[in-house]
Every structure is written in C-alpha cells, then in structure tokens.
C-alpha cells in the first residue's frame, strides 16, 4: 500500500524582482491499496506530478509523509526505490541500445542478472507484445514502442508499487490496449498501482478509486461512482470537472 499524507513542496524560482514562490502541493492525502488501480486526477499545475516525485523519492517533500509498503519516502528512500517501478512522464530511453540492452542496464542496477534477467526481459517483451522489437536500436521507436520498453524497464524488478504519470499519452489504439491488459494483470497478481491519466472513459474502465487533486489540494477520494454521486453528475468526466474547477464548466 501507499499512503500519502499531508504532502507539501513550495519551489523558489527566479532571482531578485523575478523571485517568486510557488505552493505546488498543498498537503496532499490519500492512500492507493494493494490489488487494485487508483487513480490521480486533476488538471494540469494541480500537483500530480510532484506528488508521485515526492512518492518516488525525487523530490523531498516540505512537509507531511509518505509510504511506500512499510518504507518512508525520506527515512529510507533506497527501500522504497528497490520496492518501486516508475514510468515518469520522461520516458529518455538510450538510442544506441536496443530495447533488450535498455531493459538488462536497469534489470543489473537492480541487482538481477543472467539466465534469471534475460528471462524476464522475454516474459514482459511477450506480455507487452514487443518481442520483435528487442534486438533494435530505439532511436527512431515510436512513442508506442519507446512506452513498451520504458514500462518493461520500470517492472523488470518485479516492484510491488508502480507509479505510473500518463502512460497512454501519444498511444495508438493497439498500444494502449495493450498497455490496459498489462496494468489489469498487474492488478491481478496484488500489486499497488497509482495511475495518473486525463483520459475519463480509460479511468472509469480501468480504476475502482480515484483521488481528484486541484490547486495543490485533495478534493475527492473513493471509488468513481461515490464522486458521481457527490456531484451528482452521470459521468465520471463530468463529476471530475464539476469537481476539480468549482462548477465552473466551461465550454463543452
């Protein structure tokens, strides 16, 4: 399980009369179980990204705390790493490696290594459906086959937590099917995933809970159809929106 409570992290940017401070997370909370999806919802500048890098150990938070299975995020940030896969919403891979190389460096910063590596190298490679892709170079991968690799190098470790900052974004259809079945069999074997998405009709289908974030701030955790009924809304888009910019709709 993660558990999120009470995170903060103000930046300073700029010099002299350009200095500014900005409150990017204003005490976040929330808790994402084991077996299941839970997804972070919010519009762009509401925190998320931040919060999963403080939940990553990227960023120290000012304040509040977070876990990772029993591990603190700053009293013991290499447990949780070693606990943990992250496919971040940079996903560089390295263009003179083929996939298989990309995945086998990251497999041995975790420690694996020979028959027991490669085997898990082939068995996500057949589960993500790339296999004829791991003896390429990935300069010049498609940003579908760039997300294969980078999500295999992310689970290579077999983490039980995986934190995952719009997956799906630039996928055609088949790569992101592909992508759902490997999140719900992941899901299946018990593991904690925390999934952070724009895209509703994918949130609905894929997450029981859900955790609406804006201005820095949790506005909303529970399952989707507890937000719907809050708003009173039919849909989980546009619950989140009446949500998320105080009923302020816009134009649809």
């Keep these: ?4 409570e009470g995170l903060t992290k103000t930046f300073v940017t700029g010099r002299g009369a350009q200095r500014a401070v900005v409150q990017a997370v204003r005490g976040v909370s929330f808790s994402a179980p084991d077996g299941a999806i839970t997804a972070l ?3 762009n500048g509401a925190g998320k990204t931040t919060t999963l890098r403080m939940v990553s150990t990227l960023v120290k938070p000012d304040a509040g705390r977070a876990t990772v299975g029993v591990h603190d995020v700053v009293a013991s940030p290499e447990a949780v790493r070693a606990d943990l896969g992250v496919l971040s919403d940079a996903r560089g891979l390295y263009t003179r490696l083929s996939g298989r190389e990309n995945i ?3 497999g041995e910063l975790r420690g ?3 028959k027991r590596l490669d085997g898990r190298i ?3 490679a057949h589960l993500l459906e790339f296999e004829h892709l791991l003896e390429r170079r990935t300069e010049g991968f498609s940003t579908g086959e760039k997300l294969k690799v980078a999500l295999a190098r992310a689970l290579v470790h077999d983490p039980q937590h995986v934190l995952l900052d719009e997956p799906t974004n630039g996928l055609d259809v088949v790569s992101a099917r592909a992508l759902r079945r490997m999140l719900l069999r992941l899901k299946q074997a018990g593991k904690c995933l925390v999934f952070s998405s724009h895209v509703m009709q994918e949130v609905e289908a894929l997450c029981e809970r859900v955790v609406v974030v804006a201005k820095g701030q949790t506005l909303h955790e529970g399952t ?3 937000l719907k009924a809050r708003t009173g809304k039919g849909s989980l888009e546009d619950a989140f929106v009446h949500l998320a910019f105080d009923g302020q709709e816009g134009t649809p």
């Design 112 to 114: 694996l290594s020979g």
């Design 1 to 4: 399980m993660i558990r999120v």
């Design 41 to 43: 919802l919010g519009p």
């Design 224 to 226: 989707v159809a507890e």
């Design 122 to 124: 082939d068995e996500l």
């Design 104 to 106: 086998r460096y990251y």
